[in-house]
């Protein structure tokens, strides 16, 4: 037996596959380092008479219910991890090796890490075994090893010939219904990166009275922190503390946490900033004015994450797919015999690997680099607002260079025009 006193160190999970991880990241628990290992016996898999121990029936029960479950949490866990990673910007550095011509030898190397390909394995494993027992079976009926009674599993082809467009068709808009939902969202945060840039900028240009700067400096912090507020509201795991603990004061950031809407509350402490300011009424009109590309950008995230695409489509794409592939060993069998294996296996990781793509843009905020674009827009604002008097002063110089230059130059002419002969 085991101790039940003993401490065991939790496995890592990796990305490549491995029966034995999968086992561990599942089931910690699972005897793989006992002195004494559990064996699933052939009787067990083959039979289903009862054992005379419960207890050890159950075991085995929960066991291979742990074998048959641990594959697609592993490929879930893989997703769900590349999910939430931080993606980033690209420069010139990246966009050079983007366009590689080495970039297929790259992309091919880097399969078993790649999250789609991992995520593939449950359903090309369950379409490739089951093409394995139509093989097998096909192989023991027509060597007389079964009963005669028993059929060859086999079709026409024709059927598939008639419905593969229409597969490609759903494969095709399903796709480009994605990417069509992750052309909406960057578009939007296009438009609210661009909004913070502009009002913080006519902020600083607007407010000059020297009785307003620390609340100039407040509403600047207020824009600065409305695109990361967004980011946290629209993604998963965002630690909305932690990104704005740099940007707001204490008392402004319990405010925010403590509200149910908290990129809204922003644009009300923005909003109720600009009453106060020493500014005159049209500029004050036009700086509240700019706020409405916050209240359309936070509308069209909002839409993106809790409308998906019509659940009767997306059902009616992966449902033809697996009818797809649990026929087609049949289909293929007079043409191709044993090549139904690889057939099988080769269609299902390329038709599910598109679906799998649209499913993953679909959702299109995981997939662009919303923390880099909030701190580009940071960084923008600080440098401006940290050039912002030696701006005034250089301005404000060739102002006064260009004065002198006109009284100069009316001086000029006055003399010459008194030296003329009367």
Known sequence: MRNPTRNHASPSCSTHFNPIILLK???????????????????????????????????????????????????????????????????????VQHRSSSRHVRHFLSSLSSRVILSLVPPVIVFTSFAVIIASYNTAVSMGWLPGFFP????????????????????????????????????????????????????????????????????????????????????????IDKDLRNLLHTDDLAIVLGSNHRPRCIIELISQSLQLLDIEDSKRHCLETKLYCFHEGIEICEQLVGIPIPLSYTRLTSRFLVLWHFTLPIILWDDCHWIIVPATFISAASLFCIEEVGVLIEEPFPM??????????????????????????????????????????????????????G
Request: glycine share 2%; charged share 25%.
């Open 25 to 95: 990241c599942h089931n910690p628990s699972f005897p793989i380092h006992s002195k004494k290992p559990r064996r699933i016996s052939l009787q067990f898999l083959c039979s289903s008479q009862p054992s005379g121990n419960s207890n050890s029936s159950s075991d085995q029960h929960s066991t291979l219910f742990s074998i048959l479950k641990a594959i697609p949490d592993w490929a879930d866990m893989i997703k769900e991890r590349g999910m939430v990673q931080k993606k980033s910007l690209y420069d010139h550095e990246k966009w």
């Open 152 to 239: 060859i599993l086999r079709a026409p082809s024709l059927p598939y010939q008639l419905t593969a467009p229409a597969l490609a068709l759903l494969l095709v808009f399903r796709t480009e219904a994605s990417y069509s939902r992750f052309e909406e969202g960057k578009k939007a945060w296009t438009k609210v990166i661009a909004g913070t840039n502009d009002l913080a900028r006519q902020v600083i240009a607007s407010v000059s009275s020297p009785s307003d700067v620390l609340l100039k400096k407040a509403i600047l912090q207020y824009i600065m922190a409305f695109p990361v507020a967004l980011k946290c509201h629209i993604t998963y795991q965002s630690d």
């Open 368 to 421: 662009l680099a919303l923390d880099e674009l909030c701190h580009m827009a940071n960084r923008s604002i600080k440098d401006v607002m940290r050039n912002e008097e030696l701006i005034k002063d250089r301005v404000h110089a060739k102002k006064t260079i260009r004065r002198n230059k006109q009284v100069l130059n009316g001086s000029i002419t006055s003399s010459l025009e008194g030296r003329e002969p």
